[in-house]
């Protein structure tokens, strides 16, 4: 076929320790999830001072707190396209996505977190499958795949994604990374 099952959101089946999982294409309420997740993430320039300030003369803390408050009020509240990218090819992100993507099939994929306790039974290229799987089920690899066949800025090519990023530019997606490690806890 030609990539129907993108434009009629089709679910797909994966198959995780024994049991089959029905995935759901993200729906917009569900993009928008991910948006507020990624931006809820960054670390904001006030909470990154409060850190270290103390190794600061107070001269210096004074000037320090003003531009940590200009770059806070300069902070976009919409995430990157790279942003993106890089936290659905994170362990993280790609428990989040399985979350999403299975949850109205699957009630007892309630949560990001029941979500990651069924996929820290996986091993490294079980992840690397399901992370796959999400990524064709969402149609992100067709994305991905005209990204690539695009010409680049200089050609001017129209803007695609989030925040002006045009199809040309590298994406985190573009670089390798390690999307079966498991970062260590974090404070989320």
Same mark, same amino acid.
């Given at each position: 076929?030609? =990539?129907?099952?993108? #434009?009629?959101?089709?679910?797909?089946? #994966?198959?995780?320790? =024994?049991?089959?999982?029905?995935?759901?294409?993200?729906?917009?309420?569900?993009?928008?999830? %991910?948006?507020?997740?990624? %931006?809820?993430?960054?670390?904001?320039?006030?909470?990154?001072?409060?850190?270290?300030?103390?190794?600061?003369?107070?001269?210096?803390?004074?000037?320090?707190?003003?531009? *940590?408050?200009?770059a806070t009020a300069r902070l976009s509240l919409s995430a990157t396209q790279a942003e993106v990218a890089a936290f659905l090819t994170s362990y993280?992100? #790609?428990?989040?996505?399985?979350?999403l993507s299975a949850r109205d099939a699957h009630p007892e994929i309630d949560s990001a977190e029941a979500a990651t306790r069924l996929l820290d039974?996986?091993? @490294?290229?079980? #992840?690397?499958? %399901? =992370?796959?799987?999400?990524?064709?089920?969402?149609?992100?690899?067709?994305?991905? *795949?005209?990204? &690539? &066949?695009?010409?680049?800025?200089?050609?001017?090519?129209?803007? %695609?994604?989030?925040?002006?990023?045009?199809?040309?530019? @590298?994406?985190?997606?573009?670089? @390798?990374?390690?999307?079966? =490690?498991?970062?260590? &806890?974090? *404070?989320?």
């Amino acid at each position: 076929m030609n =990539g129907l099952q993108n #434009i009629t959101a089709s679910p797909a089946s #994966i198959e995780i320790a =024994g049991q089959n999982y029905i995935l759901s294409p993200l729906t917009l309420r569900a993009l928008g999830e %991910v948006e507020r997740r990624v %931006v809820a993430r960054r670390i904001s320039p006030l909470d990154a001072l409060a850190d270290c300030i103390d190794r600061f003369s107070a001269e210096h803390q004074q000037r320090l707190i003003d531009r *940590a408050v200009e770059a806070t009020a300069r902070l976009s509240l919409s995430a990157t396209q790279a942003e993106v990218a890089a936290f659905l090819t994170s362990y993280e992100g #790609i428990c989040f996505f399985f979350y999403l993507s299975a949850r109205d099939a699957h009630p007892e994929i309630d949560s990001a977190e029941a979500a990651t306790r069924l996929l820290d039974r996986l091993g @490294p290229l079980d #992840i690397l499958r %399901v =992370g796959r799987a999400l990524t064709t089920v969402a149609g992100l690899d067709a994305l991905e *795949a005209a990204v &690539k &066949k695009s010409p680049t800025p200089t050609d001017e090519a129209p803007t %695609v994604g989030f925040s002006g990023e045009s199809p040309g530019q @590298p994406s985190s997606s573009d670089s @390798p990374n390690d999307t079966a =490690g498991r970062p260590s &806890k974090s *404070a989320d």
